[in-house]
């Protein structure tokens, strides 16, 4: 009966959508999620992401995946999986730093494609880890609590990528409609290239 409970509960939260606003708009109304940071706020959110992404660089660090008791295929494929972790880390960290001295919208995009890889990356990990240990309950042990580990940080981090996503989206809206109002105003553009 417990069994069933739980199966209904986790089936009923699988059904609710991840993001709440999913609802079709009109189509003169904004967007109510995007957001365009203004400077100083962005300026903070690149701090807090920052910090964030440090975090869980020392999380990772801390994990010994190489003591694991896989097979050497497994071993092989987790040991790759960890560093591609690590060094999307380092990139999402070299682009934040980037855009700490300049926002550019060709650097904003570097880092959501860093963020996004490294979201991707986490899983693959978190899915390495999840696979069961050969060596005994206490490799599966650890392996598990090592994946725990990772899904923790994905979680920290799912915020920031989408506050980030959202930032991005409203951004890019802000130039076209600036490069658009400009070709307007340009009467020397031919009409084929408004």
């Given at each position: ?130 696979t069961p240990a050969a060596g005994g309950s206490s490799g599966a042990q650890k392996s ?38 400009q070709a307007e105003d340009d009467p020397s553009q031919p009409q084929n290239q408004k």
């Amino acid at each position: 009966m417990i069994r069933k409970l739980i199966l209904a509960g986790i089936a009923f939260l699988s059904a609710v959508p991840a993001f709440p606003h999913t609802a079709q708009f009109a189509a003169g109304q904004d967007h109510p999620a995007l957001h365009l940071m203004n400077d100083g706020e962005f300026a903070i959110f690149l701090k807090r992401l920052d910090t964030d992404v440090a975090r869980s660089q020392v999380q990772l660090k801390k994990m010994d995946v190489k003591s694991l008791s896989v097979g050497l295929q497994e071993s092989d494929e987790l040991e790759r999986s960890y560093n591609r972790c690590l060094q999307t880390l380092d990139n999402a960290r070299e682009e934040i730093q980037k855009l700490s001295q300049k926002q550019t919208l060709k650097l904003d995009l570097f880092l959501l494609i860093d963020l996004n890889e490294l979201a991707r990356n986490l899983d693959a990990l978190d899915q390495n880890l999840m696979t069961p240990a050969a060596g005994g309950s206490s490799g599966a042990q650890k392996s598990l609590g090592y994946a725990r580990q990772v899904l923790g940080i994905d979680v920290a981090l799912a915020t920031d990528i989408s506050t980030f996503q959202h930032h991005f989206l409203a951004f890019t809206g802000v130039i076209d409609a600036t490069l658009n109002n400009q070709a307007e105003d340009d009467p020397s553009q031919p009409q084929n290239q408004k």
